[in-house]
């Protein structure tokens, strides 16, 4: 069974960087798409971006100069790093793992999340 | 960006009725769409891909399906386990974009 952990610090100090990793069991990093997607408190889902297998990646246009997604295939590890965080950043990240062929495809596993709160 | 908009926003049903959720998307989006289950505390579960198969395992209760650009997710005979809140999300075109959700609840 594919399990998704999600961990890392569940607070950070605004304009510092946020850092998760996700820990894949179960499963092989390759031949997915791996992805971070959010949930402020009160709000919807946010798709930040995702990472081929092969490294490649693509970001939403908000985020694009502040988020790094990479992944480690020797420890089986998905990262985001999220610098100059504000409070707007504030929410419940998901690490999720996605299908691919011809195009990008479905999500099919999803970890738990976890809440990262950004204060002082 | 297609933007996605679920209805209703909570859905009350008693168990063993049928639930129907409605998922309509801002522009045409071929058959790119998936739906998920979140209960609280839990990750969220992928029920329906390519707007009307069913994932592996998901019982068969669970049915989507398409018109135009109203996608819909049904629940034929709802289980308390069914209760939770409903999420479509496009993979048609980037940006990917979630509705805002259905929460299903006990009427």
């Known amino acids: 069974q594919v399990q998704l952990l999600e961990s890392g610090p569940g607070l950070v100090k605004p304009s510092e960087t946020l850092s998760l990793t996700c820990t894949v069991s179960?499963?092989?990093?390759?031949?997915?798409?791996w992805s971070w997607i959010r949930q402020p408190p009160g709000k919807g889902l946010e798709w930040i971006g995702y990472?081929?297998?092969?490294?490649?990646?693509n970001y939403i246009h908000s985020l694009k100069s502040r988020v790094t997604i990479s992944v480690d295939m020797s420890k089986n590890q998905v990262s985001l790093k999220l610098t100059s965080v504000t409070a707007a950043d504030t929410a419940v990240y998901y690490c999720?793992?996605?299908?691919?062929?011809?195009?990008?495809?479905?999500?099919?596993?999803w970890g738990q999340g976890t809440l990262v709160t950004v204060s002082s | 960006e297609i933007v996605l908009t679920q209805s209703p926003a909570t859905l009350s049903v008693s168990p063993g009725e049928r639930a129907t959720l409605s998922c309509r998307a801002s522009?045409?989006?071929?058959?790119?769409l998936a739906w998920y289950q979140h209960k609280p505390g839990q990750a969220p579960r992928l029920l329906i891909y390519?707007?009307?198969t069913r994932a592996t395992g998901i019982p068969a209760r669970f049915s989507g399906s398409r018109s135009g650009t109203e996608f819909t997710l049904t629940i034929s005979s709802l289980q308390s386990e069914d209760f939770a809140v409903y999420y479509c999300?496009?993979?048609?075109?980037?940006?990917?974009?979630f509705g805002p959700g259905t929460k299903v609840d006990v009427k």
């Open positions: 999300q496009q993979y048609n075109d980037w940006p990917f974009t």
């Open positions: 990472i081929f297998d092969n490294g490649t990646t």
């Open positions: 179960g499963g092989s990093i390759s031949s997915y798409y």
């Open positions: 999720a793992r996605g299908r691919y062929g011809d195009y990008v495809a479905w999500v099919d596993y």
């Open positions: 390519g707007a009307s």
């Open positions: 522009q045409f989006t071929s058959i790119n």
